[in-house]
């Protein structure tokens, strides 16, 4: 029922910007947190940027001060804009989202991926 689909990967030279869309099926208000995550060649999937149902944000170190995530609660979509790209920053990004029920605990939901290749 729950569907992320993700846009605005690409190519782009170090330095340069790149701006993330994910769009969601669902209200994203209704999940305790939306978030960005980014798997590269040969290593694991980490947390990128999340945002909370609340507003509050919270980012890699790594990226901090380059990326900003944010969302447009009217069209259900999130985006992570970044700015002076760095060849480690290419990866594939997914688009998460997350709710956590009382019982069950917390459940994720997953988009397929956009590349993002940072080179020259």
């Known amino acids: 029922q729950v569907q992320l689909v993700e846009s605005g990967g690409g190519l782009v030279q170090p330095g340069g910007s790149l701006r993330l869309s994910c769009a969601a099926s669902g209200r994203i208000l209704s999940f305790n947190a939306m978030a960005w995550y980014r798997q590269a060649p040969g290593k694991q999937r980490e947390l990128v940027a999340e945002i909370a149902s609340g507003g509050t944000t919270d980012y890699a170190d790594s990226v901090k001060g380059r990326f900003t995530i944010s969302r447009d609660n009217a069209k259900d979509t999130v985006y992570l804009q970044m700015n002076s790209l760095k060849h480690d920053d290419t990866a594939v990004y997914y688009c998460?989202?997350?709710?956590?029920?009382?019982?069950?605990?917390?459940?994720?939901?997953w988009g397929q991926g956009t590349q993002v290749t940072v080179s020259s």
């Open positions: 998460n989202a997350y709710l956590i029920a009382p019982i069950s605990g917390r459940r994720d939901y």
